[in-house]
């Protein structure tokens, strides 16, 4: 599965420039599709916004998959909020653009499509501030 794959990744030792700018342990502050009530910031949503099949042949629709990811950065400061994006971006499109994914469903990211600095939401306690990046990917399905 993509996004569960893409966990077991930011949340491996290669991603360390990703783990340093989380609450802590990394494995606590990322989260699929929805975090819990009051995480320990700053954290990590991913969400697949669009996932339909790459490419129809006269064979049929093909196993590859394009792909627009959201990853939703959350924390305390405007700064806090772009830096964890920033690395989140750097990691999976400079340094680990294209390969297997822990689980094995094979990934590449080819394009940022969103990169913005969302209004910031009032908390519990105070502010949050977001940071919504979207990557475009294409990727096939672990058997």
Do not use: C, W
Not at 11 to 27: D, E, F, I, R
Not at 75 to 93: E, I
Not at 102 to 129: A, K, M, R
């Amino acid at each position: 599965m993509l996004l569960p794959g893409i966990y077991q990744l930011l949340t491996s030792t290669p991603a360390a420039a990703v783990q340093q700018k989380l609450a802590s342990p990394a494995a606590q502050s990322i989260f699929i599709d929805l975090a819990p009530k009051q995480p320990a910031r700053p954290f990590l949503v991913m969400t697949v916004v669009s996932a339909p099949p790459a490419e129809a042949s006269l064979d049929g629709i093909s196993s590859l998959v394009e792909a627009e990811i959201q990853f939703d950065s959350y924390a305390d400061t405007p700064q806090a909020s772009r830096s964890l994006s920033n690395a989140v971006r750097d990691y999976l499109v400079k340094t680990f653009n294209a390969g297997g994914l822990p689980e094995g469903t094979t990934i590449q990211f080819v394009d940022v499509t969103v990169d913005h600095s969302e209004p910031y939401e009032l908390g519990g306690v105070g502010y949050i501030y977001r940071t919504l990046l979207r990557l475009k990917a294409f990727y096939t399905e672990a058997p």
